[in-house]
């Protein structure tokens, strides 16, 4: 019994080691990546308060495009730094209803089409009733940062194809596209915090290496699971499970 307790104590102490190396980690990439998308928004704010009688309507939409751009990639990394707040702190339930796949893969759909550019955005919803005890909101920022990810990592002109189906006791959800796959050696790799394909620490303003790790988190806090694999098509495909019935991996 003495054992066991010790053995609790340990990985209690891990744990709120790791939970510390996170905090720091997000510390550190927050303040840079925050500095970028800030500066130009800051920049472009006050040339167009400075000389916007003297812009002309093509370089003023340029500029407020810009703007807007930024703003939304910022609006997308509190969202995923409250997300991963939420998972990584056991003290937090999760708030699961009875929802529909259909609706959350609306809801990143609608989040997601304004930034696909020439990318391809394929929705299947299925015909089938497809529902599951979920937390709809973190499962929309699943699909979302899945999503994104593929727009950010893939060739012009790839298809990104999202679906659900209902699958051995729980929902599946597939984020598929045909622009290029994923480097073999990646693949494990893949949901690590602070880990691009490229290996290396994020230190661009399109990701801080939390997208796939806040998946995997928010997945695996639902009891499910979630793989990545290079497919036929040339390209990647994501999968997640979110059980139809409560499990002991489950909070």
Not at 34 to 48: E, M, Q
Not at 197 to 225: D, K, P
Request: glycine content about 8%.
């Amino acid at each position: 019994l003495e054992r066991s307790t010790l053995e609790e104590a340990a990985r209690e102490d891990r744990l709120d080691a790791e939970r510390e190396k996170l905090r720091n980690n997000l510390l550190r990439s927050v303040s840079h990546d925050l500095r970028t998308p800030l500066t130009s928004i800051a920049g472009n704010a006050d040339f167009l308060l400075a000389n916007g009688d003297q812009v002309d309507e093509k370089s003023r939409f340029s500029l407020l495009s810009d703007i807007s751009a930024d703003a939304v990639w910022l609006t997308d990394m509190v969202e995923n730094l409250q997300a991963m707040t939420r998972v990584q702190d056991g003290r937090v339930p999760i708030e699961k209803k009875n929802e529909g796949a259909d609706d959350v893969i609306s809801g990143a759909a609608s989040r997601t089409r304004k930034r696909c550019g020439d990318h391809r955005l394929a929705v299947h919803l299925p015909d089938e009733s497809v529902r599951a005890p979920m937390d709809g909101t973190l499962v929309t920022q699943v699909l979302v940062n899945l999503i994104d990810n593929a727009i950010k990592h893939t060739r012009s002109r790839t298809t990104i194809d999202v679906s659900a189906r209902n699958a051995d006791g729980a929902v599946e959800f597939t984020v598929s596209d045909d622009g290029g796959g994923v480097p073999p050696d990646k693949l494990e790799r893949i949901f690590d915090s602070f880990y691009s394909v490229s290996g290396e620490q994020s230190a661009q303003q399109n990701g801080m290496g939390l997208g796939l790790a806040i998946c995997r988190a928010i997945v695996e806090a639902h009891g499910g699971t979630i793989d990545a694999a290079n497919n036929a098509q040339g390209g990647a495909t994501f999968t997640f499970t979110i059980p139809r019935t409560e499990t002991d991996g489950q909070r």
